[in-house]
């Protein structure tokens, strides 16, 4: 048998998951997927680290109505897959952390009981991933679980950057910017740290850009500030949410228009962005294939709000060094990539246009010695790996491997380099 974790994403109707082998100590991608359409219609996929199809089943909609149920199934669906493994710990995201968690926590009744509380802050979201921690309890009773924040990563931000400009007393009540994304930023600084260690010393603006997009300007590799605020709604446009809106537009829709705050809600989450400008879709690919202009329209605000964005994380940070690009719109989206980098060339960020054209891992000019051109990346985010790292880092967790086995120095090494 041998040692592995398991990755949890849970959210209102599905359940994304992750299993990793534990090899010397670092996790080795098994096998993922997810399951869709959890009380609606149901739908099991799950990938070999090789994209070969493990598991592909549907249900009828009221056969898996709830989380327990689908985890359930899953771990059925999966099983033969994964009968050699053992599985030793598993790693949860959880969107909330509140003002407090900076750090990955093991979970108990008391942090379970903190998470409940705190998910007033993210109704959206929180139960859901609650409700993740709670089937993973039922079925692998025993086994330690470990929860990890999108909010972590932003929690050393300045208070400048964390506050709004209310009365001190709402910031005390937890009013105030967390910052999200957080996991996928961690990735990035590290496995910056890793290839490129001056940049990761500089200052990095990073653009987390798919169905959710926001960024984050880090110094150091820690992060100084974000898009997102109090909640994943602030900041730039993304596939159905409004990003940075003027308050005084919901004060008007509520007292002169007569909209109920559910009805704001559903307009802001899941009918704005880029669905709702351009009444098309969310997705990129199916806007760029579109020939209606209200789809170009759209593609042209989001743009412009990323650029908008770089340059005033780049001011709160004094200048730049690095642009990364990452996550589905970041990593892909060439003709995008290229128009939000038109026009930041006062900044030092000159695009060349072959390699954005292949999505080549650097995709600046090259500069010529001596002047201040940023370097621009393209780089594939992997918020899973990042929490089987915590997982192995929480819990100090050993190579799978006998005594006297090299592979145990290198383990104590991961373990002590994300703590
Ligand atoms: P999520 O926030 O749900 O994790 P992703 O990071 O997977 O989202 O990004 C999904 C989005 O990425 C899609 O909605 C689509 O707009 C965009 N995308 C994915 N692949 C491509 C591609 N080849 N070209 C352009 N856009 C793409």
Known sequence: ?????LVLNAGSSSIKFELFRLVHGEPEPELSGQMEGIGAAPHLLARDSHRKVLADRRWPGPDVSEHVKALALIMDGIGPAIAEHEIVAIGHRVVHGGPDLAEPVVVDAAVTEKLRALAALAPLHQPHNLAGIDAATRRFPGVPQVACFDTAFHRHHPWEADTF???????????RR????GLSYEYIAHSLAETDPDLAA?????????????????RGGRSLDS???????DGVPMGTRCGQIDPGVLLHLMQEEGMSAGAVSALLYGNSGLRG???????????????????AAALRYYAYRVRREIGALAAAMGGLDALVFTAGIGENARDLRGEICAGLEFLGIRIDAARNEANAPVISADGTPGDASVRVLVRPTDEEGMIARHVIATLGLQADASPGDPGNAKSQKAGTALG
């Open 178 to 181: 967390y910052g999200f994304h």
């Open 165 to 175: 400009a209310l009365p001190p007393e709402f910031y005390a009540r937890g009013i």
């Open 277 to 295: 400008m351009s009444g098309v879709s969310q997705d990129v690919r199916a806007l760029s294939a579109s020939d209606r202009p209200e789809a």
């Open 227 to 233: 898009t997102m605020g109090f909640t994943a709604l």
């Open 1 to 5: 048998m041998s040692k592995a974790i």
């Open 202 to 218: 500089g200052r990095v603006v990073v653009a987390h850009l798919g169905n959710g997009s926001s960024l984050c300007a880090m």
